[in-house]
């Protein structure tokens, strides 16, 4: 078996980021998830499904109560005292967005509910203004469902064509394929910046975008799974669109951002409308819109899931600078050999750069079942096909067992997963 080359090729957030594993003090950190101090059954949670949604720190849970307790009123829209702190909190956390993507201007970070809002506003508004027939999106065959169906929804009402970029037999992109699919005909490159079932993470900075760009195309960056783990920094990769979500960087459910740069965003038609993104609504001359971001925040927003992201991206950097990244790699390297070393079991994703994600199979036991035996066992991992049926059908399986790992798991854990997928080996 291969052995994955654990890197996290992403700007350093400091010039810590190479601290090593050892100095990270995973200790104090898990003190700040009581979750991680439960029970399932008789054994204490081992929690490996954090490319699904991480948990949450006290000072992100702490937050939301102290703003619903002490400060919630609408934003926008009120002169008294509860309107002005909650508004000048949610734009606060607009530029520790702003700050965290290395945005140029907090104008840029539109919030939405997630990744998947994200993708759909860019497919529905720039996509359905812009794509004629004949024009081609190019995806690849790693995309996560959210970012395989508005694009085919958009092309089906635009007459735009999808093409495909395969994966090879490591989970790596062809980048050979990449180069010959794109053409003056490609509009819009949407591609995932790593890949939720099997972690490999591609390579933007270099390669794609700057192929994509040489050829007059755009390109949406799909960051839900690099943002937990990697410096995303939007200037850096030339990102046109760049969408995460909030409750895999630490933050709440409901919460995500959708970058662009200005320019693209203030040619979008807006996405849904209502409250606080007009200008000016009159039945007999008609409505003009706001620029972004108000343009694309229709309505009364998530205001205490936003403050709340802004706490959770700055935990997040302050654990980077902790050193959680190379402990992070240390993970997946331990996973990745403790794993590999059990007969029987397959890991797919091999590619030399990942983030911490271990997907595999073990002969002759369907992932379904893996998945309920390590759950008897406190181990929490995810099994399916991930919402990325297409990749499933190119490395041919149905599905896979999925462990995703966060700074704030242990190596120690890792060993409790070896150990209970050893005894499942054992028992079929
Ligand atoms: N894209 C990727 C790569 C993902 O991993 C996910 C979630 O797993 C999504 C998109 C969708 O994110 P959300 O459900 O938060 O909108």
Known sequence: MEKARVMFPSTPVTNNANVPAARFDVARVRADFPILARRVGKHPLAYLDNAASAQKPDAVVETLARYYRGSHANIHRGVHCLSEEATVAFEKAREQVAAFLNASTPA??????????????????????????????????????????????????????????PVAPDGALRLDEYRRLLSARTRMVAVAHASNALGTVNALRETIIPAAHATGALVLVDAAQTAPHLHVDVRALDADFLVFSGHKVFGPTGIGVLYG?????????????????????????????RDAPERFEAGTPNIAGTIALGVALDYLRAQWTAGAQAHEEALLRHATARLGAIAGLRILGTAPEKVPVVSFLLEGVHPHDVGTMLDADGIAVRTGHHCAMPLMKALGVGGTIRASFAFYNTLEEVDRLASSLERIQRMF
């Open 108 to 165: 840029e970070c539109v919030l939405t509910r997630g990744t998947t809002e994200g993708i759909n506003l860019v497919a529905g508004t720039w996509g359905a203004a812009n794509l004629r027939p004949g024009d081609e999106i190019l995806l690849t065959a790693l995309e996560h469902h959210a970012n395989i169906v508005p694009w085919q929804q958009v092309a089906a009402r635009t007459g735009a064509r999808i093409r495909v970029v």
């Open 261 to 289: 740069k200005l320019p693209l965003l203030n040619a979008m038609p807006p996405y849904q409308c209502g409250g606080d993104m007009i200008r000016a609504v009159d039945f007999e001359n008609g409505t003009t819109f």
